[in-house]
């Protein structure tokens, strides 16, 4: 049983002729007679009677008319869905996101896609960038944004844009100059992205200078979001580090005061995907938004 047989069936009993059938299926009369004979011989009844000006359909034909409508519809649905994929005319868009995302306008980006491409639904996923690479690399998604450094075995790494990571503290003489590795490690830290620790990006690499120095960093109080930090800071909890992003953003505290590192430190945002593979439409021209919305931010001075 092909498509091609059902559709000439339920053209035939739609038109009632295999004349009529064969013109709007575009084909030979005879074509259309030879699939609908091959269709009875495998099922082994026949669908028509034969024999008056119109066909008649049998007993046999009118069981199989809900199925062969429900087979053709779905191949029908899903080629279209694949069309519509292609012209951006609706699929889905997986796309991972780096930890303080919103910082760097990506909220505005979901807004722009879908004024763009209203049929096209949008996942985004991600709470750091470990996360991320790991669910690019397995798969689950087709394509994301990090900082660097992650794991990036079997992906391509296009790095797009540096954001320099100051030290954050209330105190005027924490940030009379810049942070050696040798002061953040004495210094009484409040570190956010807890869950992830020193597998994340920005904390891997001030633990890299540690290491190197022959130093321990040892946070005071480690909490998730870079908000819940900033605000411990304020309080006059202990110090912290904060990119420039969110220094630049509304949710940056009044007052907060910051230093360069001495080795400037730099969180280097970068688009993933699996090596080789082929992002879809949807996701593809997401990937390419999200690579012009951070290419469009204007690097601004080094705050005082």
Known sequence: MTLNQLRAFLSAARTG???AAAAELSVAQA???ELIRRLEDELGLPLFGRGGRRLVVTPAGVELLSYAEQAVAAADGGAQAIRNMQTLGGGVATFGLLRNADFYLLSDLVEQFLVRHPSVRVRMVGVNSVETAGAVAAGELEAGLVVLPIDDE??????LLRDEVFYASRNPDHVSGPVTIERFCSARLVLYDAHYGWKDPT???????????????????EVEHVESALDLVMRGVGDSIVCQAVVESSACPPGLLIAPFAEPLY???????????????ATREFARLAERTLMSRQQRPTPP
């Not at 079997?154 to 790095?159: D, E, F, K, R």
């Not at 904390?203 to 109080?221: C, F, S």
């Not at 699996?274 to 992002?279: D, F, G, K």
Request: proline share 7%; hydrophobic share 45%; glycine share 4%.
């Open 203 to 221: 904390r891997r690499q001030l633990l890299e200078r540690a290491h190197l120095a022959g130093l321990k960093i040892e946070p005071w109080i």
């Open 154 to 159: 079997g992906l391509t790494v296009t790095p």
């Open 267 to 281: 969180d280097t945002i970068a688009l993933i995907q699996r090596v080789n593979a082929v992002l879809s439409p």
């Open 31 to 33: 074509s259309v007679s």
């Open 17 to 19: 002729s295999f004349t």
